[in-house]
T-cell receptor, first 115, second 111 residues
Framework: NAGVMQNPRHLVRRRGQEARLRCSPM?????VYWYRQLPEEGLKFMVY????????ESGMPKERFSAEFPKEGPSILRIQQVVRGDSAAYFC?????????????FGNGTRLTVT | GQQLNQSPQSMFIQEGEDVSMNCTSS?????WLWYKQDPGEGPVLLIA???AGELTSNGRLTAQFGITRKDSFLNISASIPSDVGIYFC???????????WGAGTKLIIKP
């Protein structure tokens, strides 16, 4: 029973390039959440999606950031025209029911470095 | 925004000692969760608490949901080397699905 799978584990992009982060939730989980973590800090909520729907994107910057969770395939977090401040660890989590009715299970993250 | 105050920030302990850490907030939380994060890994759920006053154990770990719903503690008994890592408290306000996170407690075990 595979857990939440994220790829790539590490991603290096130059300023101005695009970053695409992928997340496959646990089997049977239709709720996906993206969080961002800076060093020495806790995680910060970015966006909550169900299949084909964005439920809440209030934690995601309005410009350059977008997320999707298509009917088939993984959830994608896309960052366009990356800047140095986008460097962080991005974690995806999934749950079978809408949080907080069931706890979140996290992937191992994608560490984005913008040079 | 809403904040969880987690303490201590770090702990240096001897193997075999008991460990205690806690989280407090000025806001009322509906759930409290405790996660452990190892370097380069994602957070792993240790204990989930859903009711005020609830006391739950998971092996050598025990956590409680404070009766005021504004705090929670995590105890680890008889620490072992694999307990090293960063422990995070997290919680939900009302029925909001956004998890609010503490800043973490780094546990270091002295050889």
């Amino acid at each position: 029973n595979a857990g939440v799978m994220q790829n790539p584990r590490h991603l290096v992009r130059r300023r101005g390039q695009e970053a695409r982060l992928r997340c496959s939730p646990m089997k049977g989980h239709s709720h996906v959440y993206w969080y961002r973590q800076l060093p020495e800090e806790g995680l910060k909520f970015m966006v909550y999606l169900q299949k084909e729907n964005i439920i809440d994107e209030s934690g995601m910057p309005k410009e350059r950031f977008s997320a999707e969770f298509p009917k088939e395939g993984p959830s994608i977090l896309r960052i366009q025209q990356v800047v140095r401040g986008d460097s962080a660890a991005y974690f995806c989590a999934s749950s079978p029911l809408a949080s907080p009715n069931s706890p979140l299970h996290f992937g191992n993250g994608t560490r984005l470095t913008v040079t | 925004g809403q904040q969880l105050n987690q303490s201590p920030q770090s702990m240096f302990i001897q193997e075999g000692e008991d460990v205690s850490m806690n989280c407090t907030s000025s806001s009322i939380f509906n759930t409290w969760l405790w996660y452990k994060q190892d370097p380069g890994e994602g957070p792993v759920l240790l204990i989930a608490l859903y009711k005020a006053g609830e006391l739950t154990s998971n092996g050598r770990l025990t956590a409680q949901f404070g009766i005021t719903r504004k705090d929670s503690f995590l105890n680890i008994s008889a620490s072992i080397p694999s307990d090293v890592g960063i422990y995070f408290c997290a919680g939900h306000l009302d029925s909001n699905y956004q998890l609010i996170w503490g800043a973490g407690t780094k546990l270091i075990i002295k050889p």
